[in-house]
C-alpha cells in the first residue's frame, strides 16, 4: 500500500536576515546614488555656486568636451594609472610574499612597511614638498649637487615624482593584501613542489602568482579606481602644475568647480570621473574571470 503520509514540511535554514543589509543600502542611497543623480542633474545646467540654477541643456558637456584641459586631464590620468601600477603591483606584490612568512623579523618589517598608510595625504605631501625643495630641502641637507634639482617645477619631472610619492604612500596597503593572500595558500602545495625540486622562483611563479589570482584582480581594480581620486596628495604637492603638467581629472574638476565658478561643467566631468571608474572596474573585473564566487584556492 502506497504512503499516503504528508510530507514533512521544509523548516527555513537558518541564515543572516536580509533585513541586516538594510543600514548598509540606506547608506548607499544617501551618499552614493542620490549624490550621483544630483551631479547628473547639474551637469544639464548653468551655475556659479552661489547664484540661481539655470537648465543650460547640454551647453556645459560641450564646454567639455571642447576643452583642451579635459583631455589633457584625461591623459594625465591615465598616465597615472598606469605608472602607479607598474610601480606598485610588482614592490607589494614580493613584499606581501616576503613578509608572509612567519619570522618575527618579518613582521616587524611588516609594521615598519605599514606606516606611510597612517599618515595623511596632506601630512605626506607637505613633507615631500618641503624634501624636494632645491634650495633648502634633502639635497641641501645632504650636500649632493646632483640632487639639487627643481622636481616639482620641470614638467618632465614632476609627474614622475608624484607616482612615486604615490607609491610610497599605498604600496603598504597592497602589500597587507598580498600577505593575506599568501597566507592563505595551503603549505601542502610548497611542501609538493620541494619534493619535486622546486625551487623559490619556481615555486613562485608557479604556485604563488596562480593561487594570487583573485588577489591580484582586487588589488589592480582598487589601485586603478583609486588612481581617479586622488586629489589632496597632488593639490598639496603640486597644485596641478608646472602648467598642466600634474593636473589629474579630480583635480581639474576641483578647479573648474570652484575656482572657474562652472558647477555645470564641474559636475560633467564628475560624471565622467564615475564613468570611468565604473568601465575601468568592469574590465578588470572581466579579465579577472566571470566566474566571480569562485574561490583562490580553486583546484586545490
Request: glycine share 8%; charged share 10%.
Amino acid at each position: 500500500m502506497a504512503d499516503t503520509s504528508t510530507p514533512p514540511r521544509r523548516t527555513h535554514e537558518p541564515g543572516p536576515s536580509g533585513w541586516l543589509a538594510a543600514p548598509a543600502l540606506v547608506m548607499f542611497l544617501a551618499f552614493a546614488l542620490v549624490p550621483l543623480c544630483i551631479v547628473v542633474f547639474l551637469s544639464f545646467t548653468r551655475w556659479d555656486g552661489l547664484g540661481p540654477i539655470t537648465l543650460d541643456g547640454l551647453a556645459s558637456w560641450r564646454r567639455v568636451v571642447a576643452d583642451p584641459a579635459t583631455v589633457n586631464a584625461l591623459w594625465v590620468t591615465a598616465k597615472v594609472m598606469v605608472f602607479s601600477y607598474l610601480v606598485q603591483t610588482p614592490i607589494s606584490l614580493l613584499l606581501g610574499v616576503f613578509t608572509a612568512g612567519r619570522q618575527r623579523y618579518r613582521a616587524l618589517l611588516a609594521v615598519l612597511y605599514f606606516l606611510p598608510l597612517l599618515l595623511s595625504s596632506a601630512a605626506i605631501a607637505i613633507a615631500f614638498k618641503a624634501l624636494l625643495d632645491p634650495s633648502f630641502g634633502f639635497s641641501a641637507g645632504v650636500g649632493v649637487p646632483a640632487l639639487a634639482r627643481n622636481w616639482l617645477g620641470d614638467a618632465d619631472l614632476a609627474l614622475f615624482v608624484v607616482v612615486a610619492v604615490i607609491a610610497w604612500q599605498f604600496i603598504p596597503f597592497h602589500t597587507l593584501i598580498y600577505q593575506g593572500g599568501v597566507r592563505q595558500i595551503p603549505a601542502s602545495l610548497y611542501e609538493a613542489a620541494q619534493i619535486d625540486g622546486a625551487g623559490r622562483v619556481r615555486q613562485f611563479l608557479n604556485i604563488t602568482l596562480p593561487q594570487l589570482k583573485y588577489t591580484i584582480i582586487t588589488s589592480s581594480t582598487l589601485m586603478a579606481v583609486g588612481s581617479l581620486a586622488y586629489f589632496d596628495l597632488i593639490f598639496v604637492l603640486t597644485g596641478g602644475g608646472p602648467g598642466d603638467a600634474t593636473r589629474l581629472l579630480p583635480l581639474h574638476m576641483y578647479l573648474t568647480g570652484f575656482q572657474a565658478s562652472d558647477m555645470g561643467a564641474a559636475s560633467a566631468l564628475g560624471v565622467i570621473l564615475v564613468a570611468v571608474g565604473l568601465a575601468v572596474a568592469l574590465l578588470l573585473q572581466r579579465l579577472g574571470g566571470r566566474d566571480r564566487s569562485a574561490s583562490q584556492m580553486e583546484g586545490v
